[in-house]
């Protein structure tokens, strides 16, 4: 069967974006120097090899206190099997009692999108801060612990709705999802509809916002399918806290999606996701 591929994945559009800033090579003697440069290359060399440990270490301690421990802060990069080398200084500048470290370098990742190991290189800018006497990380626009779920799907007259990743942030709760028709004629997602997630406590709304940032448009807007397509997008679930780091049970309910000719609506209820504590 040959599928045709939309996907709106996080980590595709932001290589996306780095690989259009393509510095010139820079000469060994021309490269940045100094303690934050050090710090910030330390941070993002540990990162890339996995000793999360160190890098939590670097990190500032308002960011220390976002993940809530070095557990969480490990899964978020665990969940996209990120890794790096090369990582070189490109460019330094001081605003506002802060150094802005810019490093290049060279990563791999998978691509929930896709379900594929990803490669590429970026140029991200690092702030780095001066702590009590030490330089120290402030690396911002992360969730504080994402989770990869096992045999989250669910099928329906040719439809399927796959959950891939989970992320926690402070006010919203961020699921990546697939959707597939694999049937006969278009299939029609409507998720805003009625979709919902819940917990053994609590019930989660969809952050109904059109900050396309936050808010997938096609989802929000209601996605058409032609026969052996899929696309992979978010929706984002409203928070009023921080979730804790016990043990949940989730359960996903995505709905209406309407099957060209069909009469009546479909709705896809996801079996539990078990979410262990870090």
Not at 28 to 45: I, N, S, T, W
Not at 120 to 132: L, R
Not at 247 to 270: K, M, Q
């Amino acid at each position: 069967m040959t599928v045709s591929i939309l996907c709106k994945s996080a980590a595709t559009l932001a290589l996306a974006a780095f690989a259009l800033v393509v510095p010139l090579p820079v000469a060994a003697a021309e490269q940045p120097k100094g303690p934050a440069v050090d710090v910030a290359l330390r941070y993002v060399r540990a990162v890339a090899s996995g000793d999360y440990a160190s890098s939590y270490g670097l990190l500032t301690h308002d960011m220390q206190r976002y993940f809530g421990g070095v557990g969480n802060y490990a899964s978020v990069w665990q969940a996209d099997r990120f890794s790096g080398k090369n990582a070189q200084a490109i460019k330094v500048a001081t605003k506002a009692g802060a150094t802005l470290v810019t490093i290049r370098e060279e990563i791999r990742f998978f691509d929930h999108g896709v379900q594929a190991e990803r490669a590429g290189k970026i140029t991200v800018p690092f702030v780095v801060v001066k702590e009590n006497g030490a330089y120290r990380v402030d690396d911002e626009g992360h969730p504080y612990r994402s989770f990869v779920p096992s045999g989250a799907v669910v099928e329906h007259d040719g439809a399927s709705v796959t959950v891939r990743k989970i992320a926690f942030y402070l006010r919203r709760i961020e699921v990546t999802l697939t959707l597939v028709n694999a049937g006969p004629g278009q299939i029609t997602f409507l998720p805003y509809g009625r979709s919902v997630l819940r917990d053994e406590s609590s019930v989660y709304r969809l952050w109904e916002t059109r900050d396309w940032l936050l808010t997938d448009r096609q989802l929000f807007l209601g996605l058409r399918l032609a026969a052996d397509a899929r696309y992979t997008g978010q929706l984002n679930f409203q928070v009023d806290r921080r979730l804790d780091d016990r043990a949940r049970s989730f359960t996903l309910t995505v709905a209406p999606a309407l099957r060209e000719g069909a009469d009546t609506p479909l709705e896809f209820a996801l079996p539990p996701i078990a979410v262990p504590a870090p």
